[in-house]
């Protein structure tokens, strides 16, 4: 008799490199219709009635205290745990959270000074926290199969003992991550990092901001305190019984991967902006500072004002995923992939006092169109501005690239089951595709066949061109993610520095991550 072989086995043979990929000839992935879809992914449906629109307030994530400090470092603490949110009116949702919330708590640090924090998991399954946008060493970089396992447990045997097989870091029910943050103030998010498990984990709530500021930024006016607000923007589906729908292979989170209908990526249809479903916030009519971050799956968002304000222009972009722009840049709408950043400002003073502007996805309809509603008040002093220059970075001269690599994004076989592959490999732990040397420069072209929006740990990068052209309007600024979209050729220039180690690059629609589109380089 032959002994039945797990879809998980098959799938850990293709990410070791066993020769069970069919890259060639591949169909396409059942549920990815690109053509007229903005974003590489399926709805999924929710069991439970929604709400009406705009009937509860944001909520703003709570800022994490230290729990002690010294002369150089803060010292934080955070606990991963099963919890329960009123996502819908009368109904307790069972979420994972940090701190028990979702999102999680925001860590505000200053640029150079040390923060250390350590995380506990008394979650049912093993976890790994990255910092996305972090300049991190490569031992808290959160590298998918160093893994904190749950509290009491000694081993991840229970979870398929991939980790254990391919020598990744063990944690038992603790870990500690130390962040430099050697680099300009930006907008950061911290988030679940397991390898072939990322999607779920998310989806499930373990996200939340991390803020950097610096001098530089302190000293431009721009607006704060109650006018300055993070805004992490996610689609979810949720079940009859309110939870959260996520249409995993196997629950329990021992097998990877997600049912083949949505191997594309997966999309709800209630968009929560902080954990809330389509809510309001009351605003006076002064400046507002809006941390846009895309945390969704897979969904794309084209986002504007209805009504825009007098003489459009009202999204005024100061920063991207690497801190500020050199000058401010007006938009009419914004086109955000998941992972990106974009920090904007919006004078609601450009209103009548009593108005509603209401933030829109233009790549939505019904439902998946509405975000978040602001309902302006009357006005007040307002002694913010938005300076005409707000920072001088460094600039990379196309002359000094030592090295130019080519990295090709497309569907494929990943043992049995549909995957995604990066120069026709799923992803291996123990093979590098790139080691790039440190203190240099290199430029790196990007292909794909669907939406993929790749990510560069370590490092920032800027956008040369698109198709041989020059960026789009969304390209702006240093980059740690850029919205690689169908059948596009993108090419960037980055400078390697800071630490020596093994780092990853890797799609960000989190279904494409989880089944393998994944990458190591080394800097050397």
């Known amino acids: 008799m032959t ?23 591949v169909g396409v992935p059942l549920g990815i219709n690109w053509r007229g879809n903005p974003s590489a992914g399926v709805l999924l449906m929710s069991d439970h009635p929604l709400p009406r629109a705009y009937q509860r307030p944001l909520v703003t994530p709570p800022v994490l205290r230290p729990v002690r400090a010294d002369g150089a470092t803060d010292y934080y603490e955070v606990t991963q745990q099963v919890a ?9 949702t069972p979420i994972w959270g940090y701190n028990g919330i979702f999102p999680g708590p925001t860590v505000i640090s200053h ?32 590298y998918p199969i160093d893994l904190v396992l749950p509290a009491g447990a000694r081993d991840d045997s229970a979870w398929g003992g991939l980790a254990s097989q391919m020598h990744g870091e063990i944690n038992q029910g603790e870990r500690t991550y130390e962040y430099p943050l050697d680099q300009r103030a930006a907008t950061l998010w911290y988030h679940d990092h397991r390898m072939g498990f990322t999607g779920a984990s998310v989806w499930r709530g373990l996200a939340g901001f991390h803020i950097v500021h610096d001098d530089e930024e302190a000293a431009l006016g721009l607006p704060s305190g109650d006018h300055e607000l993070p805004l992490m923007i996610a689609d979810r589906a949720f079940a009859a019984d309110g939870s959260m729908r996520y249409p995993a292979l196997d629950p329990s989170m021992v097998e990877p991967g997600v049912q083949d209908r949505w191997v594309s990526g997966v ?6 902006v902080n954990g809330v479903i389509w809510p309001y916030r009351e605003v006076p009519a002064v ?4 941390r846009l971050l895309n945390a969704s799956n897979s969904r794309r ?10 003489g459009g222009g009202g999204l005024v972009q100061i920063g991207s995923d690497g801190g500020l722009l050199d000058r401010p840049i007006r938009h009419d709408a914004i086109e955000i992939a998941p992972a990106e950043r974009f920090d904007v400002v919006v004078d609601f003073g450009r209103y009548r006092p009593g108005q509603t502007v209401d933030v829109v996805n233009e790549l939505g309809s019904g439902g998946t169109r509405q975000v978040l509603r602001f309902r302006v008040g009357g006005r007040v002093a307002d002694d913010s501005r938005i300076p005409a220059v707000l920072s001088s970075s460094e600039t990379l001269a196309p002359g000094s690239v030592v090295a130019h690599r080519e990295f090709r994004f497309r569907t494929g076989k990943v043992g049995d089951m549909t995957g995604w592959l990066t120069n026709g490999k799923p992803f291996d732990p123990h093979r590098f595709d790139a080691m790039p040397k440190l203190d240099t420069t290199e430029t ?9 929006p790749i990510h560069l740990h370590l490092v920032h990068f800027k956008v040369l061109a698109r198709d041989g052209k020059a960026p789009t309007e969304f390209d702006a600024g240093w980059k ?5 979209r169908p059948n596009e050729e993108v090419q960037l220039i980055t400078r390697f520095s800071g630490y020596r180690g093994r780092y990853v690059l890797h799609c960000h629609n989190l279904e494409h991550e989880d089944m393998a589109m994944m990458s190591n380089f080394l800097t050397i």
């Open 3 to 25: 002994a039945k072989i797990s879809r998980r086995a098959l799938f850990n043979a293709g990410l070791a490199g066993a020769g069970a990929i069919a890259a060639a000839g």
């Open 84 to 92: 329960q949110a009123e996502m819908l009116p009368g109904v307790r």
């Open 111 to 142: 640029s150079g000074r040390r923060t250390v924090v350590r995380h506990r998991n008394e979650l049912p399954v093993p976890t790994v926290v990255h910092l996305h946008g972090g300049r991190t060493p490569p031992e808290f970089d959160g």
């Open 267 to 272: 999309m709800g249809d209630a968009i929560l």
């Open 287 to 290: 400046r507002h500072r809006l």
């Open 301 to 310: 968002y084209r986002l504007a004002l209805d009504p825009p304000p007098p």
């Open 444 to 452: 790196w072209t990007l292909q794909s066949d669907f939406h993929h």
């Open 480 to 484: 740690d993610t850029v919205d690689l």
